[in-house]
Nanobody, 124 residues
Framework: QVQLVESGGELVQAGGSLRLSCAAS????????MGWFRQAPGKEREFVAG????????YYADSVKGRFTISRDNAKNTVYLQMNSLKPEDTAVYYC?????????????????WGQGTQVTVSS
């Protein structure tokens, strides 16, 4: 089992940048494929980005491709989401998730462990 804690969310102006972090404890995070999801008020939780166990593979939602970068430091048991050129429509609670399979899934139902979320608000 692994515990996940997100941090780094805050209020930022459109066009700005933020870096979210997801710290894992418990079982070594390198055993897990990791994903970032987000949920805006009144909307379903949606996939943002995923990264393979080694960090060698990544996958992005079309809406963030070219603006967001997912990375991981397995020595620190931490996954990051660098968000650039932020837009008001990026406003949401961002969640980190872990999946024990080697495949990067975009479906939230495939992920076994979740953090509590961190709020990102982008003002226009």
């Amino acid at each position: 089992q692994v515990q996940l804690v997100e941090s780094g969310g805050e209020l930022v102006q459109a066009g700005g940048s933020l870096r979210l972090s997801c710290a894992a404890s418990g079982r070594t995070s390198s055993r897990y494929t990791m994903g970032w999801f987000r949920q805006a008020p009144g909307k379903e939780r949606e996939f943002v980005a995923g990264i393979s166990r080694s960090g060698g593979g990544t996958y992005y939602a079309d809406s963030v491709k070219g603006r967001f970068t997912i990375s991981r430091d397995n020595a620190k048991n931490t996954v990051y989401l660098q968000m650039n050129s932020l837009k008001p429509e990026d406003t949401a609670v961002y969640y980190c998730a872990a999946d024990g399979s080697p495949v990067i899934y975009s479906s939230a139902t495939k992920y076994d462990y979740w953090g509590q979320g961190t709020q990102v608000t982008v003002s226009s």
